[in-house]
């Protein structure tokens, strides 16, 4: 493991801009803290799987939703600024795990540079939305909160390591937390990556999954029972999400694209079962027609021809086609698998419209109704709930607070 020495935490520096007040202003309540915590890849069924104690406790004393409907594509990367901005992928342009835009470049998740680039960060997430308002935000571990959006980040951030153990997260947030009235945040994000990792790797219905579940749903209970001895936990509001399911695949259900139309690597802007095509000069219909009926397992669409319940045609990193894949297959090409074959057996990144593909929903506190379970609704409506209970002009966003009203009090 890495050295964490260098982490630490970052004092933001940065402006404000002014904001257009909302019909009704919401009221804060005083001293209360938010906490949002991200499982990745955490269907809503995972609940039921025996060891997901504290979750189950957690929704028993609250609210959860059916489902959390993802955004499309249903990639972390994605979800996760959908979650914190409250946009569409279109409208946010953080459009998948890897993309490329005609004026910055290429961009991919493990790629610092690009991260921390706020030319690809549009709208505003939740924290810069608390920051710019006078309140304080620490994220440990966020999808965006490492680079500075319109020149700020977190009071407190911390560098993105996939191989910090659940319980040092946890620590963190503690810790901070535990700062003095005036240093201690307001808000406060929290990232698990585990569930995911593993689901990848051995398939979501694995004993590796549940190992997964029970270490995340440990520290997630550790973290609720140091507030409750601290005398915090009633003033602090606790909303669990995912980002997106995860489904089963196999080797034996492959479809190669360059079966039936030649098709150059640097052509496949993002091989996913979402699968970003950008022809070379000329070449567009020709790929188009070569894929749009090959495969009974494969829906081709031109960027201006994908169904509008995608909400995902109006951005410039969008690719001109769009492949996508049904429940459990794989996209590639032969040249493709010969260098790196298929050997996860779990994924996402399909139709958000899937049961597979549901995300999770759960929320306790003192702002929240108790036994309550509400109907599936989606991921965009979370950054106006969050801003709503901490009393914040929320910034422009897709999602309506009339969609979650029926969790609060």
């Known amino acids: 493991m890495k050295a964490l020495a260098g982490l630490g935490f970052a004092l933001v520096m940065g402006g404000c801009s002014a904001f257009t007040p909302p019909r009704t202003p919401p009221s804060p309540a005083e001293g209360r803290v938010l906490i949002l915590i991200s499982i990745d890849g955490f269907r809503p069924d995972y609940l039921n799987r025996p060891a997901a104690v504290r979750l189950r406790e957690l929704a028993a004393s609250g609210v959860r939703a059916e489902q959390l409907i993802p955004a499309f594509p249903t990639k972390t990367f994605p979800n996760h600024y959908t979650i914190a901005t409250g946009l569409y992928p279109e409208h946010h342009g953080i459009v998948a795990n890897s993309m490329t835009d005609p004026d910055i470049g290429r961009f991919t998740t493990t790629d610092t540079v690009s991260n921390r680039d706020p030319r690809w960060w549009g709208g505003e ?3 810069l939305t608390a920051v710019k308002q006078g309140r304080r935000a620490a994220t440990m571990f966020w999808v965006g909160s490492e680079g500075a959006i319109q020149g700020i980040r977190p009071n407190y951030w911390r560098v993105f390591d996939p191989r910090l153990p659940s319980a040092a997260r946890v620590d963190q947030v503690l810790e901070w937390l535990a700062l003095p009235p005036g240093q201690a945040p307001d808000l406060v994000t929290l990232y698990f990556n585990r569930v995911d990792l593993v689901g990848h790797r051995r398939g979501p219905e694995s004993a590796a999954v549940d190992s997964a579940i029970g270490e995340t749903d440990a520290a997630i209970g550790r973290l609720i029972d140091s507030l409750k001895s601290r005398g915090q936990l009633q003033r602090t509001n606790l909303i669990v999400v995912s980002d997106h399911g995860m489904t089963a695949i196999s080797p ?3 479809i190669y694209l360059d079966d039936y139309v030649p098709i150059e690597p640097g052509e496949i802007a993002d091989l996913a079962p979402a699968t970003a095509i950008d022809p070379g000069p000329g070449r567009t219909e020709m790929i188009f027609r070569g894929l749009v ?6 829906s081709v669409y031109r960027r201006q021809e994908i169904p509008a319940r995608f909400q995902f045609q109006s951005n410039r990193r969008i690719a001109p086609i769009l492949a996508l894949a049904d429940d459990g297959w794989t996209i590639s090409t032969r040249q ?3 260098v790196s074959p ?16 549901a995300a999770t929903f759960i929320a306790s506190g003192p702002a929240f109704r108790t036994g309550t379970v509400v109907p599936p609704f989606q991921s965009i409506h979370v950054y106006g709930l969050i801003a709503h209970l901490m009393g914040l002009r929320p910034a422009a966003n897709d999602g309506a607070l009339d969609s979650v009203r029926a969790v609060l009090r």
């Open 125 to 127: 997430p939740i924290w």
């Open 252 to 254: 034996d259900r492959v």
């Open 293 to 298: 009926n090959a495969h009974p397992k494969l």
């Open 336 to 338: 493709r698998w010969r």
């Open 342 to 357: 298929m050997t996860d057996l779990g994924n996402h990144g399909y139709d958000n419209a899937l049961a597979s593909m």
